[in-house]
């Protein structure tokens, strides 16, 4: 038994080929991509060592910062946002609707399996203005209020709440279901004598239910604030970054400079500039729970 | 405390907690009105927009530009399904099937057979390949695109459907690997044993023992694995130039940037189209996806 779990011709079966492709198709392009921000070019063109130009130059590129305030701001308020009602739709299944919310649950985790784009789709023909009123604009004129139609996706400012406003629909009731998870594993005999102590309503939630649902609550915050910083598909979809550059995040900044300009080098470094953000924004997140907690 | 009391005290203390009581539960059926109302503004939220999105999908060009937003279709327009279905819809549906399933294939072969030696088997190193696989999960594919592109094209796969197999096999496995290494390490070990004494070789034991036990698993990754595969648009749209060969996703933005702003009709055919397989995926299997999909998230 031992030896037959031991023999190593059998593991290197096993595990040989799903190692071989994951470090050539991802282990080894990471390394690579690093290697790409020291150099300028393309693959048609060929390459040209510039040292720590594309860096220098990150610091001074106006496009650079707008898109890193676009997906830090568009980061956090998705993920309050989808947490947040996430974190309400949770409580309503267990505490007011009890056993009958598996229904309410599937519907509501629906959107999540849908396709980006369909949604993104569907949803700029529910904030449409050209050729005919969409959803929002034709209710806006039911309700005569004439003077708040507007192009919600022609305009940097209104296009980043629609932008929002779709990811946060969509995954909702994702988060809903993990934080769901998270209030069934509390147990029965805490809140009972919670409750009878006196705590009900909202200061059960506030000083008992939180406080038990902070693992859960803290990795849905990680889950999601990865996700919302590398946001691509719903900004391509829906205003393909404008107008101008008002709704561009660094995925499709990096992007356009890569594959419409040719700057395969700046396109790296705008890349591992977003992973570091990533790996910075998690680490810190981490680090602030230890100190609750300590 | 009612042993001290007087009994006449303690009576219309009782009739007073009684009426109390039942005031409180009247109460409480108003104080739950804004909670009903709450769910209802809820479910017309989640489900109006797709409502109206299928019935606009049948809805003729002039309904839309006379018709009031809201209004159902007064027939059911299949001629927008057909010029959707004839416009490019169909090739990029087959082109999507032609990716997703090789990649799914591969996605269980290699990812099945990883997590069973990562979790049955033992061997020096296990738990750093783990965690190699882990740290995959975390990396921004904008990362690999360029390496990927630059690979493809020097090997000539650039816009072809291998350069979207090989990626999604490799990017569907770290997840893959997880969720089944979960899976394999429920397994029981006493079966193992037994299958070994009765003379079966490990790969016997993988096929034949250990699989059939972990069905539920295998039909949970291919659920997580279809829908990000079927939905997936970067890649697509980073290898595959040629509109013949182009994913559903990435043909769906070029479908509606081609017709999508005159004719709403069709486009809604095509988003419907497009949402159809993931629909009735969901409808028979919600529950495994729901799991599968939020089991993927919580690995911290």
């Known amino acids: 038994m031992e030896i037959m779990l031991r023999d190593r011709r059998a593991v290197l079966a096993f595990v040989g080929p799903a190692l071989l492709v994951y470090s050539l198709i991802v282990l080894v392009p990471i390394v690579w991509s690093l290697g790409y921000t020291v150099f300028e070019g393309n693959v048609i063109a060929g390459f040209q060592f510039v040292g720590f130009h594309n860096y220098a130059f990150l610091f001074s590129d106006p496009s650079f910062w707008q898109a890193l305030l676009f997906t830090v701001k568009y980061a956090v308020v998705v993920t309050i946002g989808q947490v947040g009602i996430g974190l309400v739709l949770s409580l309503l299944y267990v505490f007011f609707l009890g056993k009958a919310s598996g229904l309410i649950r599937t519907l509501v ?19 449409e203005i050209v050729p005919q009123y969409g959803l929002v604009n034709s209710l806006l004129q039911l309700a005569h209020l004439d003077a708040w139609i507007q192009p919600w996706l022609g305009q940097g400012g ?36 919670a409750k009878v102590d006196g705590a009900s309503g909202l200061r059960l939630i506030r000083y008992v239910v939180l406080p038990l649902l902070t693992p859960i609550l803290f990795s849905s915050f990680i889950f999601s604030i990865n996700g919302t910083l590398k946001v691509f598909d719903t900004v391509l979809a829906l205003t393909g970054g404008g107008p101008g550059q008002a709704t561009t995040p660094l995925t499709l900044d990096m992007f356009n400079t890569a594959f419409a300009n040719g700057q395969y080098g700046y396109g790296s470094t705008l890349a591992t500039s977003l992973a570091v953000l990533s790996l910075f924004v998690t680490l810190l997140l981490f680090r602030s729970a230890r100190s609750d907690v300590a | 405390m009612s042993q001290t009391l007087p009994r006449q005290l303690v009576d219309t203390r009782k009739s007073e907690d009684l009426r109390v009581k039942r005031r409180e539960s009247t109460r409480k059926l108003f104080a739950r009105v804004p909670v009903w109302v709450l769910i209802g ?43 959707a279905w004839t416009a490019g819809m169909s090739t990029y549906f087959l082109n999507s099937m032609l990716t997703v399933f090789p990649s799914l294939f591969l996605i269980l072969l290699i990812s099945l057979a990883a997590s069973f030696a990562l979790e049955v088997m033992k061997f020096r190193g296990s738990n750093f390949v783990l965690l190699a696989f882990l740290a995959g999960i975390m990396i921004p594919f904008q990362m690999v695109l360029l390496p990927l592109f630059t690979i493809y094209f020097q090997t000539g796969l650039i816009n072809t459907r291998w350069a979207l197999i090989i990626t999604y096999t490799a990017f569907g496995l770290p997840l893959s690997v997880f969720l089944m290494s979960g899976f394999f390490k429920a397994v029981s070990r006493t079966v193992i044993e037994a299958a070994v004494i009765d003379g079966a070789n490990i790969y016997q ?24 595969l079927w939905n997936d648009l970067l890649f697509s749209l980073t290898f595959i130039s040629s509109d013949n060969l182009r ?43 729901i799991k599968g999909l939020t089991a993927g998230s919580v690995k911290g």
């Open chain 1, 109 to 127: 985790f629906f959107p999540v399996v849908l396709p980006t784009v369909a949604v993104a789709e569907l949803f700029k023909k529910i904030f």
């Open chain 2, 247 to 289: 994913t559903i996703q990435v043909g769906l933005l070029n479908f509606s940037g081609q017709y999508g702003q005159v004719d709403w009709g069709p486009t809604f055919a095509a988003v419907c189209l497009a949402v159809f397989p993931t629909l009735v995926l969901y409808l028979i299997l919600n529950q495994q996806v």
């Open chain 2, 205 to 228: 034991v993988f096929f034949q023992v250990a699989l059939p036990m972990v069905a539920n698993g295998i039909v949970t990754i291919a659920l997580v694995n279809f829908f990000f």
């Open chain 1, 158 to 193: 209104s296009a980043f709440w629609v932008i929002a406003t779709m990811d946060i629909w969509r995954s909702m009731g994702f988060y809903a279901v993990l934080l769901f998870a998270g209030l069934v594993d509390i147990p029965g005999e805490i809140l009972e004598s």
């Open chain 2, 41 to 83: 503004l809820l479910l017309i939220v989640v489900i109006y927009p797709l409502l109206w999105m299928l019935l606009s999908s049948f809805k003729t060009s002039d309904e839309f530009s006379t018709g009031a937003f809201w209004s159902l279709p007064t027939g059911l327009a299949w001629q927008n399904y057909v010029q």
